[in-house]
C-alpha cells in the first residue's frame, strides 16, 4: 500500500509564510510527477503547483512569484514554501503524486489527506 502524509498546515497572518510537506511511503518503485492542488468550500479542486521527476516546475498564475516547489526525490517528498500569503490562499491543500508501486505495472494517481491553511486578514 502506499500512504501520502502532508504537514505544516495552519494559521498565519496575510503576508506571512507557510512550508507544505509531503511524504510518500510505501512499496513504491518510482515517482513521476507530483503536486500540490488545493480546494476552497463549494469549489473545484484547483491545481496549484506541479513538478517533474526531473525538476520542471509549473505553477498557477495565482501564486507565481509567491510560491515554489521542490521536492526531494531520495525522501519520495515534495514540498511547499508559501509566501507573501493572502486571505484568499485559504484552502485545504493537498499533495498529488504519480507512483508506480513494486507490484504495480502502470502509473497511478495517488493522495494525500489534506492540510488546511488560513490566512487572517
Known amino acids: 500500500q502506499v500512504q501520502l502524509v502532508e504537514s505544516g498546515g495552519g494559521l498565519v497572518q496575510a503576508g506571512g509564510s507557510l512550508r507544505l510537506s509531503c511524504a510518500a511511503s510505501g512499496s513504491i518503485f518510482s515517482i513521476n510527477t507530483m503536486a500540490w492542488y488545493r480546494q476552497a468550500p463549494g469549489k473545484q479542486r484547483e491545481l496549484v503547483a506541479r513538478?517533474?521527476?526531473?525538476?520542471?516546475?509549473n505553477y498557477a498564475d495565482s501564486v507565481k512569484g509567491r510560491f515554489t516547489i521542490s521536492r526531494d526525490n531520495a525522501k519520495n517528498a515534495v514540498y511547499l514554501q508559501m509566501n507573501s500569503l493572502k486571505p484568499e490562499d485559504t484552502q485545504v491543500y493537498y499533495c498529488?503524486?504519480?507512483?508506480?508501486?513494486?507490484?504495480?505495472?502502470?502509473?497511478?494517481?495517488?493522495w494525500g489527506q489534506g492540510t488546511q491553511v488560513t490566512v487572517s486578514s
Open positions: 498529488t503524486a504519480q507512483i508506480m508501486t513494486a507490484w504495480g505495472t502502470a502509473w497511478g494517481d495517488w
Open positions: 513538478i517533474t521527476s526531473g525538476g520542471s516546475t
